[in-house]
C-alpha cells in the first residue's frame, strides 16, 4: 500500500512536467462542447464558395501601381462561432474571440494574448526564414476588401516592386477558415510563414505557458510531436516535412493549419512576454506555418472537443492526448460522455456513477488484497518474533541474508506471498492514470458545475476547499478499517501519515479527480465493512519462542 501511494504522489507531482494539465474558469455554456459538435455540418468542412476561390486566387500585382491602404482600418469578421478583428497595419489579427467559451470575465473567451502584443508581432504576420523583402510587410499598410456576405477579408499591398496579398474566408457556422498568402518581389514569390507569436489560448488557466505547445502530425511515421518554448530558448527553430496539420494548442483549445499538399514548415519561436496586466514575464510558445511563395490553408481554431476534430479530420483527434493508458483513458472517456448524454445530463454525478462502476469492476481484486493483507498480519507475531531474534544486526551482516531467508521460509510455510496484498492494488493504478488523463484533458469538464462547485475541471474556489477536506477525513477512515500488515510501528506511523500527504496532494487538483478520489474511498469504506463482517477471523499465528542457549556443564 505504501509503495502504490508513493506512485500515485510521483503520478499527480510528476504529470504536469510532462503533460502540463491545466484548469480554466468556469465556461458558462457547459453545453457549449456538444452543441459545438452538433453544428458542425459536412458543408461547413468544403472549401469557399468558387467565386471566393477565385478573388484569392488571383497573382498580386506586379505592375508598377501602388496598392495600399491610406490609414490603419480596423476590420470585424463576425460568425455564430468567431468574433475575429483584423488590422490592416500588417493584415494581421488583433483580436480572435470564441462566442461558445467564457473566461473568468463571462466575456467570449479570447484566444489571443493581447497583453503580450507589446513585445511581439501580432497573430498571422508574415514571418521570412531566409530571403526578406525590402518592405516590412508587418508595418505596410495594406488595401482591405470585404466580401459581399460579411465571411471574408482579403488584404493587398504593392509597392511596385514587393507585391504581398492575405485573405480569410470564414464560414457562418464551422470553426474551419480558409487562408492564402502570397509574396513576391520582383516578379519571383518569397517563401514565408504566418506566424502566431506570444502565446496561444486560454490566458486565465493556472501556468498557462505550461500548457501551450506548438505541434505537427508527421504523415509519413504518422506521429503527433510537440515542441514547447524551451525548444526555441536559442532561436527559432523549422521543422519541415510531409505534414498533415501543425500549429498550436493548449490543454483545451487548438490552432493548425492543414495544407492539401501536406508539405508544411513549422518554425517555433519563443518571447518572454507576460499573459495578464502586472503578471510577471515568462516564455510563451509561438509558431509560423508555411514555408512557400504561397501558401493555402484550412485553419481549424476552436475547442479540442473528440466529435468536433473527428469531423474536420479524423487525425486531429490525436490533439487530444490521453497518456501511456490511452486503451483505458478512452473507454473511460467515452463512458463517461455517453452516461452523461443517455441518463445523467451533469459531468459530477457522471464522475460518481463511473467510480462505483470502477470499484466495482475491481473488487475482485481487492478481495484478492484484502485476503493476503489479513493472512500477513495474522502471522504478525512470529514476524515480530523473528525480528527480534535478529534484532541489531547490520544490513552487511551476512545473517541479515538467513533473516531473509527465515522470512521467506515462513511465508512459503502458510502459503503466503509478500507481494499478495499490493499487487492487486498496484494493477488499480493504470485506472487512477487513465481517469487522471480523462478529467484533465475532456473539454466538456470545463465549466461543468456540480453541487457546490463550479468548475469540475479547476481547484474549488472557496476559502477551504471542502472535496480535499473531506477526502483526506474518509482516507483516515479506510485506513483505520485496512488490515496492517507489519508490526513495526514506524512503519505504521508512516502509513497513518498517508492520507495526510494524499490531502496536500489533492488540495490543487481538479475537483473533477478529488470527486472521483472520494467516491472511491466512500464505496471502499462500504467494502471493507461488509468484507470484515462477512469474513471470518484469521487465526492469530503463536509466535515461536527462540531457542534459549543453555550453558554447557563444566566438567571437573
Not at 187 to 203: E, K, N, P, R, V
Request: charged share 20%; net charge positive.
Amino acid at each position: 500500500m505504501l509503495i502504490a501511494f508513493i506512485l500515485m504522489g510521483a503520478v499527480l507531482f510528476l504529470m504536469p512536467y510532462f503533460y502540463k494539465p491545466a484548469a480554466p474558469p468556469k465556461d458558462a455554456a457547459k453545453d457549449a462542447p456538444r452543441a459545438a459538435t452538433t453544428a458542425v455540418t459536412p458543408a461547413a468542412t468544403r472549401a469557399p464558395a468558387a467565386p471566393a476561390a477565385e478573388s484569392t486566387s488571383k497573382p498580386p500585382a506586379q505592375a508598377a501601381i501602388p496598392v495600399a491602404g491610406d490609414k490603419e482600418e480596423l476590420v470585424k469578421i463576425e460568425t455564430s462561432r468567431f468574433v475575429v478583428m483584423f488590422s490592416s497595419r500588417g493584415a494581421v489579427i488583433t483580436s480572435w474571440a470564441l462566442k461558445d467559451y467564457k473566461s473568468g470575465d463571462r466575456k467570449p473567451l479570447e484566444l489571443v494574448n493581447t497583453q503580450g502584443l507589446q513585445k511581439v508581432s501580432r497573430p498571422f504576420s508574415y514571418y521570412f526564414k531566409d530571403q526578406k523583402p525590402a518592405v516590412d510587410l508587418n508595418q505596410a499598410l495594406h488595401a482591405a476588401r470585404r466580401s459581399e456576405d460579411g465571411l471574408g477579408v482579403e488584404f493587398e499591398f504593392s509597392d511596385g516592386q514587393v507585391s504581398a496579398r492575405k485573405s480569410f474566408r470564414f464560414g457562418k457556422d464551422s470553426y474551419l477558415i480558409q487562408v492564402v498568402s502570397q509574396v513576391t518581389a520582383g516578379g519571383a514569390t518569397l517563401s514565408h510563414g504566418l506566424a502566431w507569436q506570444g502565446g496561444f489560448g486560454d490566458a486565465a488557466v493556472e501556468n498557462a505557458a505550461a500548457s501551450q505547445r506548438a505541434v505537427y502530425f508527421d504523415a509519413t511515421s504518422g506521429s503527433l510531436e510537440t515542441k514547447e518554448a524551451k525548444e526555441a530558448k536559442d532561436g527559432p527553430v523549422t521543422f519541415g516535412g510531409n505534414f498533415l496539420f501543425a500549429g498550436l494548442e493548449d490543454a483545451y483549445f487548438a490552432a493548425v493549419f492543414m495544407s492539401a499538399g501536406n508539405r508544411l514548415d513549422l518554425t517555433v519561436f519563443s518571447h518572454t512576454v507576460a499573459r495578464a496586466p502586472n503578471a510577471a514575464e515568462e516564455p510563451h510558445v509561438g509558431a509560423a506555418v508555411g514555408g512557400e511563395g504561397r501558401n493555402e490553408f484550412s485553419l481549424f481554431v476552436g475547442p479540442k472537443d473528440m466529435d468536433l476534430l473527428r469531423r474536420v479530420n479524423p487525425k486531429l483527434e490525436r490533439l487530444i492526448d490521453f497518456g501511456w493508458f490511452a486503451f483505458i483513458a478512452r473507454p473511460l472517456f467515452l463512458g463517461l460522455n455517453w452516461l452523461n448524454d443517455r441518463y445523467v445530463h451533469n459531468y459530477g454525478w457522471s464522475i460518481v456513477v463511473v467510480t462505483i462502476i470502477i470499484n466495482f469492476a475491481l473488487l475482485p481484486l481487492k478481495l484478492t488484497s484484502m485476503k493476503s493483507m489479513k493472512r500477513m498480519q495474522a502471522l504478525q507475531p512470529q514476524v515480530a518474533a523473528l525480528n527480534e531474534k535478529y534484532k541489531g544486526i547490520s544490513m552487511r551482516d551476512p545473517r541479515k541474508a538467513q533473516q531473509n531467508q527465515e522470512l521467506m521460509d515462513l511465508y512459503k510455510k502458510h502459503g503466503i506471498n509478500p507481494m499478495g496484498g499490493c499487487v492487486p492494488m498496484l494493477l488499480q493504478i493504470p485506472f487512477f492514470i487513465a481517469f487522471y488523463k480523462v478529467l484533465t484533458v475532456a473539454i466538456e469538464l470545463r465549466g461543468a458545475e456540480w453541487l457546490w462547485v463550479k468548475d469540475l475541471s479547476a481547484p474549488e474556489h472557496l476559502p477551504i476547499r471542502i472535496l480535499p477536506v473531506a477526502m483526506l477525513v474518509s482516507q483516515f477512515v479506510m485506513q483505520k478499517l485496512t488490515p496492517t500488515t507489519t508490526a513495526d510501528p514506524a512503519q505504521q506511523r508512516i502509513m497513518m501519515l498517508m492520507p495526510l500527504m494524499l490531502g496536500f496532494m489533492f488540495y490543487g487538483v481538479s475537483s473533477g479527480l478529488v470527486l472521483y478520489w472520494l467516491t472511491g474511498n466512500l464505496v471502499g469504506i462500504a467494502q471493507q465493512l461488509i468484507i470484515n463482517r462477512l469474513s471470518p477471523p484469521v487465526p492469530v499465528a503463536q509466535a515461536v519462542p527462540a531457542p534459549s542457549k543453555s550453558k554447557k556443564p563444566v566438567r571437573k
